[in-house]
């Protein structure tokens, strides 16, 4: 059952992504498709993840272990400031919630 309120999470932080990188592509910036691209690609991957761990596979759960815990890193030794804690708090919730949830994924009857 945590499970569940995991995913929905990991849904609406892809929705964030999605927002992020069509909020890119209207701004007068030269990094514009850069950072569109990576929003996109964070959102699919993040919702691909998502799907994947509502079937409780457990290389869902190790991507998306790994992927939050890159953006904390990568967050964090990137200058931080004010507008980094979009994206730093997320991670750091999901990441959370993904070490709650391990004993489902990883105990019991689980495929993958």
Same mark, same amino acid.
């Given at each position: 059952m945590?499970?569940?309120?995991?995913?929905?999470p990991m849904y609406l932080i892809a929705a964030f992504w999605l927002v992020f990188a069509a909020s890119w592509l209207f701004r007068d910036s030269d990094y514009r498709y850069f950072y569109a691209t990576n929003g996109l690609g964070y959102a699919v991957v993040l919702a691909m993840l998502g799907y994947y761990?509502?079937?409780?596979?457990?290389? =869902?759960?190790?991507? =998306?272990?790994?992927?939050?815990?890159?953006?904390? *890193? *990568?967050t964090i030794f990137?200058?931080?400031g004010w507008f980094d804690l979009a994206y730093l708090v997320p991670a750091v =919730?999901?990441?959370?919630?993904?070490?709650?949830?391990r004993k489902e994924v990883l105990g019991g009857k689980v495929r993958g």
């Open positions: 945590r499970l569940r309120h995991l995913v929905i761990l509502n079937k409780k596979q457990r290389w =869902a759960w190790w991507g =998306a272990v790994i992927l939050t815990g890159l953006s904390i *890193l *990568l990137d200058q931080i =919730a999901l990441f959370y919630m993904l070490l709650v949830v």
